[in-house]
């Protein structure tokens, strides 16, 4: 029984994300595709997988993400797909908890490449509002107006959610200040 | 950063030195962890693979018998790496003597 479900998450709702691909295993229905805010699922045993996202360092078709899924798939879990670096995993409850990272320093990393994806995005963002800006005061043109203001509110939701995971980055360094 | 003789090891990167006295694969070393620790250490993957890389890079470990056709990469301990486990465990040794004098040589 084969279900396609539309949904968005932002980069700094990862966690969110695995929460709900959780819950939909823990309703029967297990992730089986998935593209830009598509999601395919099939049906499974309730609960038989749990799920886990990471942000990848190079292009998961790349030589060197390969390498990383297949040692990954070696440990008994499931590469299912990838969005732009996102890559899904998955791996049967059964084999005991499921996690991608042990350790603090992991952890901090990960975050870390999250923050660099999202500075691209904000610094690109401003740039075209800047052009638009531009061109308003050339042409005072209220569309170019209306750029700069979309432009803005944008600007301004990247750096949320920017603040969002530095916020958990601060919180797993304080944390890794006294234990390992 | 301070003199590399002395700094301490992560309790990841030192179970699996000492579970790579013979060639082990990534999952034969998570398993082997995860025993000798009566189940307290339990190594996740994606922390692992980037602990692998970082003891390849720096000659602590080596990657044996590397068939083209065999995707299982298997794991061995070099010189180098046998001398980061026995400076750990000096540096141990330390810990738990200074520790045993703070208690006594009583454990509660």
Known sequence: MRKVIKKWFWVWEFGDEEKWLNQMANDGYELVDVGFGRYTFDACEKGEYSYKLELLDHYPTSQKSQDYISFIEETGANYIGHVSRWAYFKKKSDDGDFDLFSDYESRVKHMNRMLSLLTIIFVANFLVACGNMTTYIASKAHISMFCVGLGVIMCLFIGIGMFKVLGKKMQLKSESELYE | ?108
Do not use: C
């Open chain 2, 1 to 108: 950063m301070a003199n590399q003789q002395t700094q301490a090891l992560t309790e990841a990167v030192f179970y699996i030195l000492l579970s790579l006295k013979e060639p082990l694969h990534g999952y034969g070393i998570m398993q082997n962890v995860e025993m000798m620790s009566n189940g307290r250490v339990k190594l996740a993957a994606g922390t692992l693979y980037g602990a692998i890389n970082t003891m390849l890079d720096k000659e602590w470990i080596t990657s044996v018998n590397e068939e083209k056709n065999s995707r299982k990469k298997e794991y061995q301990i070099t010189e180098i790496g046998l001398l980061m486990v026995n400076n750990e465990i000096k540096r141990l040794n330390e810990l738990l003597e200074n520790a045993q004098k703070f208690t006594g040589g009583k454990i509660k």
